[in-house]
């Protein structure tokens, strides 16, 4: 089992920044991707962007690409998710998760952590 918990959310304006962060603890030496998705008001969980463990390759979503960058710490156990030049569409639940294959579903859930971007 993999515990994954999320930090880092709140309220911002619009254009600025937050660093969302999730910790990893349990059986992560089989950890092989993790990744961020978020859950926008009455729309479905999509992906945001994913990592993998050991290479750290990053891959992104279209709608954050050039805004949003993951990150991980190895030493840690964390993977970070800094995001710059908020938008009010990009207020959401964020949540991380992790698998142990480099596709398919994701094995392993956080709780989510909420973003809040105004206007």
């Known amino acids: 089992q993999v515990q994954l918990v999320e930090s880092g959310g709140g309220l911002v304006q619009a254009g600025g920044s937050l660093r969302l962060s999730c910790a990893a603890s349990?059986?992560?030496?089989?950890?092989?991707?993790m990744g961020w998705f978020r859950q926008r008001p009455a729309r479905e969980r999509e992906f945001v962007a994913s990592i993998t463990w050991r290479g750290g390759i990053p891959l992104y979503s279209d709608s954050v690409k050039g805004r949003f960058t993951i990150s991980r710490d190895t030493a840690k156990n964390t993977v970070y998710l800094q995001m710059n030049s908020l938008k009010p569409e990009d207020t959401a639940v964020y949540s991380c998760?992790?698998?142990?294959?480099?596709?398919?579903?994701?094995?392993?859930w956080g709780q989510g952590t909420q973003v809040t971007v105004s206007s």
């Open positions: 349990g059986r992560t030496f089989s950890t092989y991707t």
């Open positions: 998760a992790s698998r142990t294959r480099g596709s398919g579903p994701y094995d392993y």
